[in-house]
């Protein structure tokens, strides 16, 4: 994943607000990325940016060798479901689904049958520690067992990029040490992770931290 020179500008009829200016940096597979700032320094937009939620004002987002902006709506969701997995502060699970109703979405839309989609995402709940938790219903399981259903979603069909947005915001300091070692353990596995957050307590487990202020982010 690489951007080069990417700026996005938000205009209204009063002004003109850079959410992200000239950022440029890329990311190595298998590495495990920290970014921080505060409310409103342009996490988030950059987070939209690589997944192709949102479109550059200008510059370059690449992920797997291929140009973000030049894909057209359909591609870049084509895009976020075979190769990039985003995982919000907001789990955003469908509640009347189970566990691993959840993560055989992505499976589904993918074309695998009900059967592989089922036994393919069972292998992923058990990879993020939730073993025999498949039949459970979101209300069933704690706010960091969602979020690992979350993540487990978020990878399934063998997605290598996990864009993460805060995704402990809602979580205690045991949970949110507990997901960030699970981050750390999928990076060593051979994922590449981009996390936002505003948790220090990250650090420990990055290979790289880079700080955004008012839309640039800088590498420390």
Known sequence: MALEGVSRCFVSSSE??????????????????????????????LLNLIAGLDSAT???VEVGGVDVGSLGEDQRARLRLERVGVVFQDHNLIEEFTAVENVMLPLEALGDSA????????????????????????????????????????????????????????LDSGNSRALFELLRRLCDQGSTVLLATHEAMSREFADVVLEISDGVPVEL
């Open 16 to 45: 003109e607000v850079w959410a992200v200016r000239d950022a440029t940096f890329s990311v190595d597979e298998g590495k495990f990325v920290c970014l921080f700032g505060a409310s409103g320094s342009g996490k988030s937009t």
């Open 58 to 60: 200008s510059g370059t």
């Open 115 to 170: 059967s592989e989609a089922r036994a393919k995402a069972t292998g992923e709940l058990d990879r993020v520690g939730l073993e025999g938790l498949g039949g459970r219903f979101p209300a069933q399981l704690s706010g960091g067992q969602r979020q690992r259903v979350g993540i487990a979603r978020a990878l399934a069909g063998d997605r290598r990029l996990l864009l993460a947005d805060e995704p402990t915001g809602a």
